[in-house]
């Protein structure tokens, strides 16, 4: 059974950083593409960085201060958050970049001085 366990989030200031983490189970995690998403309230769920074998690519809002990577053996995938901005407050989730499983619980980014 496909499953993440997201964690990290917590309050940050604005300007400040965090680093998010997600254990993922139940599939090779090497073989996957993987992505963070994040959905703040009122919001679709959008899509904030994703990394392949090749690289990796971000939203427009997150690029340049935003960085997604991988433990291949802890089947962990990681986003650094820099430079955060009220606007990046939200639950964030992982899943696979293609053939999504069911999402995890999240966890929450909240930005307030």
């Known amino acids: 059974q496909v499953a993440f366990v997201e964690s990290g989030g917590g309050l940050v200031q604005p300007g400040g950083s965090l680093t998010l983490s997600c254990v993922a189970s139940?599939?090779?995690?090497?073989?996957?593409?993987m992505a963070w998403y994040r959905q703040s309230q009122g919001s679709e769920r959008d899509l904030v960085a994703e990394?392949?074998?090749?690289?990796?690519t971000y939203a427009d809002s997150v690029r340049g201060r935003f960085t997604i990577s991988k433990d291949d053996a802890k089947a962990t995938l990681y986003l650094k958050m820099n430079k955060v901005t009220p606007d990046d407050a939200a639950v964030y989730y992982c899943?696979?970049?293609?053939?999504?499983?069911?999402w995890g619980q999240g966890t929450q980014v909240t930005v307030s001085s």
């Open positions: 899943n696979r970049r293609t053939y999504r499983a069911a």
């Open positions: 139940g599939f090779d995690f090497t073989k996957y593409p």
């Open positions: 990394i392949y074998r090749s690289g990796a």
